[in-house]
């Protein structure tokens, strides 16, 4: 899989199936995204929107547990 989580339409459900480690900082924030049905169809963008989260802050968070896993 070619995705990079930056990618704007990348929907969730294929970011969680991508980078399952990613899946706590959503669960840290109590956001329900994970395994929610619209996950396929919404976005890092959408959901920021949603819980009122800074979303370049979110989505340096998401890059950080992805490195920190790839080590």
């Given at each position: 899989m070619?995705?990079?989580?930056?990618?704007p339409?990348?929907?969730?459900?294929?970011?969680?199936?991508?980078?399952?480690?990613?899946?706590?900082?959503?669960?840290?924030?109590?956001?329900?995204?994970?395994?929610?049905?619209?996950?396929?169809?919404?976005?890092?963008?959408?959901?920021?929107?949603?819980?009122?989260?800074?979303?370049?802050?979110?989505?340096?968070?998401?890059?950080?547990?992805?490195?920190?896993?790839?080590?």
């Amino acid at each position: 899989m070619g995705a990079d989580i930056d990618e704007p339409d990348l929907p969730l459900a294929r970011i969680f199936e991508r980078w399952p480690e990613v899946a706590e900082a959503f669960l840290e924030r109590r956001m329900l995204c994970v395994g929610c049905p619209v996950a396929p169809y919404h976005t890092i963008a959408d959901a920021c929107a949603e819980y009122r989260l800074d979303e370049p802050a979110f989505r340096a968070e998401l890059r950080r547990i992805i490195v920190r896993s790839n080590r």
